[in-house]
């Protein structure tokens, strides 16, 4: 066992293991074993490929085993090694590809001289590097082992909150409509009226709220207060990808999900967001859409994410711009279509289901007949173009009501139905007043139609409260409405593959402004 851990690179194999059971540490919930497993095997495989490419110049598998363990770990660890330089190194020539690429090649070319002139067997470096990654390793599957043992744990109510056993138990619907403006803004900045679509809702049973808010001004902001039913710790932070990353933790493990699993309720995400055991359901590559947490970090994916990036902002090509402009429509599509499926599902469980729907957000597909928009209007800088806005919201107050129609014939029982915009329209060309960012429609379907006294310029935070309290019998607090304005340049919604460029700086500072 000694000789075999000094003669030879096992960390080689251990490297890609460890990586990939690293990784699923971190995203723990959202990576399936089978597609852990199958990812480690490519990485493993891609491991002894090198090294046997590199044993037909070194002669010696030692060496070629060293070389490619370099090279692997260069390409694994590449996203910490590239983000810690650009934390380190601002805005530096150092943070730019061509510095780094060209700086690795010297790195590479000169241990492979070494490994080729050097007398040495590599002995106590191969020794080294096993017994490391095998103690990694170790320390990885324990802390699985404890995550895992937590996690089949019966779900407890969160704090404040009180079991109600014989409370009526519908199915819940969560329908988020990204960007869809409050009657308020539409009128003022549009010169639209939005009426008939409210009284549409009202002819169903649904009461919406007139001057309803959101608390943030970005979607994973927002929608994490909606779903914790409490205010962000943003005060002392001022690096927005760690804002952003708090956010989407607060979402993974938000109040509202546990209590409905607490009380048995079966969930479904067909939303851009991941949960717990419910990840995103999105394709985003010929791997099972799970690995992307862990192929992203790595050089080739960044590197493949940075190109197509610039062939869309610099190249202008064709095939990555439709790529990019259409997905949402197709995202779209999936979430509006298993959202009705589910409806028709039978279950033993009461359901909850949480739709996020990029419409009426850009880019804006269809007028308001439901004919497709010509490609030329689905480019960037069309986003600002209001009456697109307007075509686009129509269209998708006729496919939201059949939508809601479809949900209502399902349901064996009146369901909870709660239709709401994460935000206001954003997209500008004039200065406006910071109130009609937030300003957003939110509507409520409740079974008992008990509607009174809910606040008229309520905020996220409190509607499930509102909810809750009425239809679970909770006695949740109400809080103080209000909403925090988040600087324009914390650009959720633009890749950060654009973090090279100045206009879209994810290490930057922002200011948060507070409204009462």
Do not use: W
């Not at 850009?362 to 209001?386: S, T």
């Not at 349901?411 to 709660?418: A, F, T, V």
Request: aromatic share 14%; glycine share 2%.
């Amino acid at each position: 066992m000694q000789s075999a851990f000094t003669k030879y690179p096992l960390s080689l194999l251990l490297l890609p293991i460890f990586f990939v059971l690293h990784a699923c540490l971190e995203n723990y919930d959202f990576i399936p074993v089978k597609d852990a497993l199958l990812l480690s095997t490519i990485y493993v495989i891609a491991s002894l490929v090198l090294a046997a490419i590199f044993s037909l110049f070194f002669k010696n598998f030692t060496r070629a085993g060293l070389l490619a363990f370099l090279i692997m770990s260069f390409q694994l660890f590449f996203g910490s090694i590239h983000d810690n330089i650009k934390d380190f190194f601002p805005n530096s020539f150092l943070t730019k590809y061509s510095c780094i690429i060209v700086s690795s090649l010297v790195v590479f070319v000169a241990v492979f001289i070494l490994l080729k002139k050097s007398k040495s067997n590599f002995s106590k470096i191969n020794l080294y590097l096993n017994l490391l990654f095998m103690l990694l390793i170790t320390i990885d599957v324990v802390q699985l082992s404890i995550k895992a043992v937590a996690n089949n744990k019966v779900a407890n109510l969160p704090v404040s909150f009180t079991s109600c056993d014989n409370c009526p138990k519908p199915d819940v619907y969560l329908i988020i409509a990204d960007e869809y403006a409050g009657q308020t803004e539409l009128k003022d900045l549009f010169q639209f009226d939005n009426s008939s679509f409210i009284s549409q809702l009202a002819a169903r049973n649904f009461y919406t709220i007139p001057e309803s808010v959101s608390n943030y001004n970005y979607t994973p902001f927002s929608v994490g207060s909606i779903l914790d039913m409490d205010y962000l710790n943003l005060e002392n932070r001022y690096r927005q990808k760690n804002d952003l990353a708090y956010s989407y933790e607060v979402i993974k493990k938000s109040k509202l999900i546990r209590f409905f699993k607490s009380t048995g309720y079966e969930f479904y995400n067909y939303s851009i967001f991941d949960f717990k055991g419910q990840p995103a359901a999105m394709n985003l590559g010929l791997l099972p859409a799970k690995t992307k947490l862990i192929t992203s970090q790595t050089f080739l994916s960044r590197v493949n994410r940075d190109l197509s990036y610039h062939l869309v902002t610099f190249l202008k090509s064709k095939k990555e711009i439709r790529k990019r402009v259409y997905s949402n429509k197709v995202n779209n599509e999936q979430s509006y279509r298993s959202t009705i499926e589910i409806s028709k599902k039978k279950s033993p469980k009461p359901k909850f289901v949480y739709t996020h729907l990029e419409m009426p957000h850009y880019p804006y597909y269809y007028d308001k007949n439901g004919k497709e928009q010509p490609f030329e209007k689905l480019e960037e800088d069309y986003q600002v173009h209001k009456p697109a806005y307007i075509e686009y919201l129509q269209y998708s107050n006729a496919k939201l009501l059949e939508l809601i129609d479809h949900i209502l014939k399902n349901s064996k029982e009146p369901p909870i139905i709660i239709l709401m915009g994460d935000h206001g329209f954003r997209h500008f060309t004039e200065k406006v007043e910071d109130k009609y960012h937030f300003l957003n429609l939110t509507s409520i379907h409740l079974p008992g139609k008990n509607y009174e006294n809910i606040n008229d310029s309520m905020s996220g935070v409190n509607l499930f409260r509102v909810i809750l309290n009425r239809q679970f019998k909770q006695n949740l607090p109400y809080l103080k409405d209000s909403t925090s304005y988040l600087n324009d340049y914390c650009l959720l919604y633009t890749s950060d593959a654009a973090d090279e460029r100045s206009s879209v700086d994810l290490g930057g500072r922002r200011i948060i402004k507070k409204k009462k």
